[in-house]
Nanobody, 115 residues
Framework: DVQLQVSGGGLVQPGGSLRLSCAASGFVFGVYDMYWFRQTPGKGPEWVSSINVGGVANYANALKGRFSISRDGAQKTVYLDMNGLNAEDTATYYC?????????WGQGTQVTVSS
């Protein structure tokens, strides 16, 4: 079974940093693009970033320069490094993979930016 195990969320002060991890299993990690989304209550998922199999990353415009996505094929893990966090980044963050026309989601991790 496809599994995406997300970790690394928590409470951070404004201006702080966090690293999210998404450990993948149950599929050939190296042949699929990986995605991060986030969601706040009452809103739909917001695309944050993606990374293709070649390591080329893309970001939502508002997050460029603060967020960095990477992937480790040996560990079958995709990371999201978040810097300069502010209150607007408070959300539940989800890892996502699209495999054979089906979407898979990790369980989500809460990121709260507050002093």
């Amino acid at each position: 079974d496809v599994q995406l195990q997300v970790s690394g969320g928590g409470l951070v002060q404004p201006g702080g940093s966090l690293r999210l991890s998404c450990a993948a299993s149950g599929f050939v990690f190296g042949v699929y693009d990986m995605y991060w989304f986030r969601q706040t209550p009452g809103k739909g998922p917001e695309w944050v970033s993606s990374i293709n199999v070649g390591g080329v990353a893309n970001y939502a415009n508002a997050l460029k320069g603060r967020f960095s996505i990477s992937r480790d094929g040996a560990q079958k893990t995709v990371y999201l490094d978040m810097n300069g966090l502010n209150a607007e980044d408070t959300a539940t963050y989800y890892c996502n993979a699209r495999i054979l026309s089906r979407q898979y989601w990790g369980q989500g991790t809460q990121v709260t930016v507050s002093s």
